[in-house]
């Protein structure tokens, strides 16, 4: 399939709309949430319509169709990242992926692998957001391991160069991003996966600003387990994967405990059934799979190759012509070189506030503050930026119309 945005553009049924009195709708906070695409919507009103039970359970026609669809979906994310079926839990978001696996490795009784205590260490990095940061640090108040990172280079890159200092004989988890949400830097996976693997460490890795964006194949990177969320990949709210090796899987303890993650139940306690149903406690978050389903067969029928390679155009174009701005200053590598559709930037002293709120006025939808990202502002020197973030549905135009925003605003706080 040759790939065509304008004709996505008519697969998204916000963008007939318009905004503030008339204007065309210039998406490009996408890093937030994705916009949805018609199948998307309608698998997720069709469940409801036309299918919905409790999964697992009934034995009727329904709950034998919603459970087709449920389990579909969940074969349908496994393919998208070339995982194994039982290996793709489904949460809320990937926010709860995270703190599943930080909270469950703090359930870990001694002996288990995923025990953690005094002594043991947690690496993270200065790039996190917030949902790939608190959990770890959560974790290490209760275990009493501590918490270790690797910088954020003025470039905006990791500074692996005392890697072996940092991750260490003591290190049990290394957690990071694959792709920053605020500076778009795509990290080095590889390197941090040999040396964590060299000392026995698990790779926990944030994926929610790649795989929507690019081929992403657990198999690959090697990683141990891997989370992202269904609404940045044009999918519904609500639906977040947790994806880990199922040898480590039948290791980690629960997190939730309740129904449908039982093996059986005593008056005194209870053996977990098997991944991914151990992880997975009560009614899940059915239409809401379905949807997803939708979305990565929309992107799978589109190619993922191709959406990087658009968007891989759309950012260096923005690059070049945000380099042209006056005043503008990029927060990230402002180069090409392993980086992708997230542009955060700093605009004179026009507050990112004032100049979203300007941009708004012509229809132009960015993110504007700390993006979840509060030591990374810190490091980089910026209370808040302002950041546009690329997906498959924006065009040539969209990136010039930001520009001309930029450029009017300039004027219009100047007077
Ligand atoms: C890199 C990164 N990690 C984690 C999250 C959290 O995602 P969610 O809020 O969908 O759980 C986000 C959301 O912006 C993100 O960009």
Not at 65 to 77: F, P
Not at 86 to 98: C, G, H, I, Q, R
Not at 188 to 213: M, N
Not at 221 to 227: G, K, P
């Amino acid at each position: 399939m040759t790939f065509n945005a304008l004709a996505i553009v008519k697969d998204f049924p916000i963008f007939q709309r318009t905004i503030r009195d008339g204007k065309r709708l210039v998406y490009l906070d996408s890093g937030a949430t994705s916009q949805k695409p018609q199948v998307v919507i309608d698998a997720e009103s069709d469940f409801y319509r036309l299918h919905n039970a409790a999964v697992h359970r009934g034995a009727h026609q329904l709950a034998e169709e919603a459970t087709d669809i449920y389990e579909g979906a969940r074969a349908i994310t496994a393919d998208f990242i070339g995982a194994k079926v039982d290996e793709v839990v489904f949460t809320k978001n990937a926010t709860e992926s995270l703190n599943l696996v930080a909270y469950a490795m703090g359930n870990a009784p001694a002996g288990n692998r995923f025990h953690l205590s005094s002594g043991d260490s947690i690496v993270v990095t200065e790039m996190e957001h917030h949902a790939n940061l608190i959990p770890w640090q959560q974790l290490a108040a209760r275990t009493g391991a501590t918490l270790s990172w690797f910088e954020v280079t003025p470039e905006g890159r990791l500074d692996l160069s005392n890697i072996n200092a940092i991750i260490t004989e003591k290190t049990k988890v290394v957690a990071l991003t694959h792709q920053s949400n605020v500076l778009g830097t795509i990290n080095p996976i590889d390197v941090i996966v040999k040396r964590a693997h060299e000392v026995g460490a698990v790779v926990v890795l944030d994926a929610c600003q790649s795989v929507p964006h690019m081929k992403v194949d657990v198999k690959e990177l090697n990683v141990d387990f891997l989370a992202f969320s269904g609404h940045k990949a044009l999918g519904p709210t609500g639906i977040g994967v947790f994806w880990g090796k199922s040898e480590l899987l039948e290791e980690l303890p629960p997190f939730l405990t309740g129904g449908s993650m039982i093996e059986t139940v005593t008056m005194t306690g209870a053996t977990w059934a098997l991944a991914p149903k151990k992880f997975e406690a009560g009614v899940p978050n059915m239409a809401q799979a379905a949807g997803l389903g939708a979305a990565l067969t929309y992107l799978t029928k589109i190619g993922i190759e191709s959406v990087h390679s658009h968007e891989l155009e759309l950012t260096s174009h923005l690059l070049t012509q945000l380099s042209e701005v006056e005043g503008l200053e990029i927060v990230g590598p402002t180069s090409m070189e392993s980086r992708g559709g997230s542009i955060s930037f700093t605009y004179g002293d026009i507050h990112p506030h004032d100049l979203g709120q300007f941009l708004d006025s012509q229809g132009i939808a960015v993110r504007t503050g700390h993006h979840c990202a509060w030591p990374l502002n810190r490091k980089m020197g910026v209370v808040a930026t302002t950041r546009a973030s690329l997906y498959l549905y924006n065009t040539i135009e969209d990136c010039d119309a930001l520009v001309a925003g930029i450029r009017d605003a300039g004027k219009y706080f100047a007077r």
